[in-house]
């Protein structure tokens, strides 16, 4: 309670402050219209003349170029695949005026694409990030002229271009270092995430996209969202149905498959460091051994052991325990759900345990033997030194691994369509028994075309992952008291 | 060091910037038409085409030929058609997706289409066109042909035991295991049921999408799936499928371990030419058995109640009949097009699939190919096994429809509106969600078939669920 109370002034205060800076960013902004030179006053409005008018050409000729090429690209809309950028891409985001077929001559064979609605879209955005950079290089055009102007009052001779240059290498070497990395996750990660987000808001599905025309497809809103609490969208009552049980499985998976291998692989890191046994670096090279084996080939393994006719199966009917194969893991209709869930998660401690325990030992080697020594003087027991030493020690310095683990685990594709393929499933529904958000993701999107439904399903899955990640990292001692152990 | 990692960063950007340039141009005629085939066959069209351009000199291109799994091509070529070859070859239910998508180009020469119209078979003239804005066009030329079969295990059946259902049954009851058994409960391998015809007139009531209109969004044309005679089917698959020598899906560890001998998880498997290689390693060369797909009588409880139908009534298991095709990519060069579709008409010709027959086991497409299968059996040119993998799917294809998809549409709904997943659990004797979200779990009584068939109908219609079932189900076709 009191942090909340605490907390609102600060608010007001910092909503004050947002106001502040931005009518301190206006009247600078006139300030420096009205102060500056001819040229940095034309540099608003032709890129790189304040820069002329101080002879920096070369710099001048690269702003005024990057201003015409941004600016014929708006205007002369360029496509690729019949699909336009500028001002046309545009226009286009609002997806009407489409057409499905090209023309055809069957004299030369020439024949033009239709339309496509996700270039449409995806060019949309890519000229509405070209417009934020347009504006953005006409602010670094502007102040680039202040600078000049600053350096001539002071009687300074404006930088050269070369200067410039050397002074990436030097004063702004973080800039110069930094910038692929900015363009490579707004190409690699921000651009396909908005795009992503905004399919949520479209019919982008087989069905729909087939009535219409295989390229195209139509705006629809929240429908996609709604269709997760009415069953009325592209896929059925599916996503009503199967939503909250994936949800629930997904939590229960994530939660059991996190703590069973980190109790795991504590528990036998204890047991490979206890003092007096011997052959350590066998056991614990034994361990890495089923690190080394690749996943998919451990998983795929343990499916055929299991399967109708694998070694287990036969073994039970060999002794006479069975008369029909069982379903272990869900591979066909009708199989025992709890059973494949049981076993998902047994095969999941097989291959996660090694990993939790590797780590675990280095943490182990690593605590100070006095705090031992004193709980041993103080008459502590061993169970109660694990609980009050190592226990906290360990959980102080893996926290972030705990929590990275659980989210790789609500995401944990392989395991589960390695293993079961998300089976046992059910008539009717994608969504198996043992499926994750995950790879129900997946089968929406690749067996039934449903891209739509799978962005909701995507944003679902992004907000509950950040948000659990978010609440419990900020909670966690080795967020707060980062420098100390105690 | 700062300057190297400049200098590293300004190349990145650099490339990049190239990177980001590049591509959009127009496509270049560089000399060469690339020919994407079936993994199987691209030895055999390499050294074809280079004998084809060795006898015309004035061809002008190169010809290099690679070979593709054809199972997946179409998905490579719709994901970036581009980088496609020149003229590729793909199932034709990939037409009506690759055409509107603007993957393919239309076929205009006159006396290819002429060849194609000559040779092949109505059934597979229906499925090779498809339309651009609202003229209809030849986009695929058939040269393979491709329909289901029986693989069966000779060490525990016999050649007359294999020709039908029930003798199958018996073997299975001597060998303590499973008559039959499918390569996947898809629609494709579910038109063993569904399309199964009365022996003594090949008829069905089922009809999948006839009349269909080939553009995207117009008419899906006729549907049926509520006959009697799909009624009577359901149920004897029903007691078939429970009975513990009957039917069996397909194994999760896959129908090779169903088949295989140590197993003997089931004595035979439905399947196509491209399980050959599979069945031959389960079974062993010696031990396999080809023959059409088997016929079944109909049980006195399969008819209850059915007016059109009579116990005893003797059906063939039904299937597919498909061929491959030849397209030509929408992205190759105009310059190329003529040549294209002269390389096609010399591929497709009724001496090249013979020559295809002998060397890779294609089975041509074209009308008649029976009778030169079994003049090559008869010179001892080809083996027992290799004659009857082909013999079994020419007449196959007699008891076969082309499979439903001439827009993606009807692909779509065909195959992934679970359909096939209602068709199972009706099988299965298993509960499924009908209308909206109700769940049909009595499956046995004539109203319950009735329902779960309209639903498939319905679904292949619609792509979903219907809100509610009408008020009068039709009792029959």
Redo the contacts between chains.
Sequence with gaps: MSSTKKAAPKTKEARVTVFERIGKKLSDFGKRFVDGSPGTKLSHFVFGAGNFYHKQYIKGALFLLLQLGILAVMIFCPS??GTPYGWKALKNLSLKNVT?????D?M????T??SDCKLMILFGFVTIAMILIYFLIWNMNIKSSVKADNDKRVGKKPTTFKEDLAE???GK?HV??L??TC?AAAVFSILPTVFMIALAFTTYN??DM??????LFNWNGLQNFRAVFT?EGSL??EI??RFLPVLGWTFIWAILATFTCYFGGIILALLINKKGLKGKKIFRTVFILTIAVPQFISLLAVR?IL????PFNQMLKDMGLIKESI?FIG????DSEPLAKVMVIIVNMWVGIPYTMLMTSGILMNIPTDLYEAARVDGASTVKMFFKITLPYVIFITTPYLISSFVGNINSFNTIFLLTGG?P?Y???QAGGTDLLVTWLYKVTI???SYNTGAVIGIFTFLITATITLITYRRSKAYNEEDTFQ | M??L??LL?AS??AV?LLAGCS??GKVKDDGVIRVWVGEESAEFYQKICDEYIAAHADFGYKIEVKGMDTGSVAGTITNDPTAAADIYTVAHDNIG?LA???CA??I?DESLVSQVLADNPESFQTVIYST??GKE?LYGVPYISQALFLYYNKALVTEEQAKTFEGLQEAAKAANTKAITVTGDDGFNMSFALLARKVSDKSTTVKLFEGAESV??GSKGKSNCQGDDTVAIVRWLQDFASDPNGFK?A???GWE?DL?KD?K?ALAVIGGAWHYNSAKAALGETNLGITLIPTFKLTDRAVEGLSTVKAGDEYRGGTFADCKCFM?N?NSA?SK??KEQELIKYLSSKDVQNKSYLEVLNVPAYVGAADYIKQCFEEGKVSESEYMLAASQVSMAEWGIPQPFI???LN??YY???GP??F??MI?K????TT??QILTETESLESIRKGLYLIEYLWMH???PSEFPAKLPEEA
Aim: charged fraction near 15%; avoid cysteine.
């Design positions: 690729i695949n499905e077929g090209g023309d055809f069957p030369t064979g020439h024949l694409v239709g990436l290498l030097d070497f110069l270092m910038t692929p363009i087989s069905q087939n009535d219409l025309g295989t390229n069953g059925g009552f009503k149905n055929n399967g109708e006719y694998g379903g591979l066909k209709p009708g089976g499933t008539t009717g529904y067996d039934q075309g | 700062r300057k990692l400049a960063v990145i950007l990049s591509g959009g997706k509107s998508t603007q180009k239309p205009v651009l804005n066009y995207s969004g899906w194994s999760p560890d371990a295989n197993n998880g030509i929408a105009v097009y003529a827009t993606g549409t779509t709904y992934s509106k679970n997943a209602v199972r659990a299965d298993t509960a499924y969600p909206g979200d792509g979903v669920t």
